[in-house]
């Protein structure tokens, strides 16, 4: 088990609070999450979309675990243009090249925070008429569950309310490579 002081040389003088999941925690809900997309989608096209930046570690790890063909594709979506808080206006840096009619759209995140830029992807991704279209995301702070147009399908942990790195998770692009989530210290 991982200690805030064993990752000290990984962390570039950033202290962390705390380890909040372990390498070996996430990669057993992400094969469990596979295995339950599997069962979910067992025929179909299924391309499973992943938001840049922050769902490529989890993404890379979880469309390995789901049993079955599929096909991958990312989208870039920004809200914050040159500030630090979101404008509200969410408009697609890099849509997806692949066609999306007909198939299950399953849109995957790393962490659901205020639910903003996933309302106006789903309503963007659900005009190009999908089969199905759904939501995986690693963590989940509960705090758009009033706001979201639609609930996510898939969750790997429900998230405290802390400030999160690892696992895809950054800090000013800084620590997305470490295999596991943690919480920054204040």
């Given amino acids: ?88 206006n969410v408009r697609l840096v890099y849509d997806p090249e692949t066609r999306l009619e007909g198939k299950h759209i399953l849109l995957v995140e790393d962490i659901i925070d205020s639910g903003r830029t996933l309302n106006r992807l789903l309503e963007l991704l659900g005009a190009r008429s999908p089969r199905s279209l759904d939501i995986c995301a690693l963590l989940d702070k509960r705090l758009a569950d009033d706001v979201l147009a639609k609930k996510p399908r898939f969750v790997g942990f429900d998230a405290p309310h802390e400030f999160l790195v690892g696992y895809g998770l950054d800090h000013a692009e800084d620590f997305r490579h470490l295999p596991f989530v943690a919480s920054l210290a204040e």
């Avoid at 599997?38 to 992943?50: A, K, R």
Wanted: no cysteine.
């Fill in 1 to 88: 088990m991982l200690r805030p002081d064993d990752v000290a040389h990984l962390m570039g003088g950033r202290k962390v609070s705390r380890i909040v999941y372990q390498p070996d925690e996430i990669q057993r809900r992400v094969a469990e999450i596979g295995a339950e997309i599997g069962q979910v989608y067992p025929e179909g096209e299924l391309l499973v979309l992943g938001l840049l930046k922050g769902s490529f570690i989890f993404l890379g790890d979880l469309v390995r675990a789901i049993p079955r063909p599929l096909q991958v594709d990312f989208i870039v979506a920004s809200s914050y243009g040159a500030g630090t808080v979101s404008s509200g």
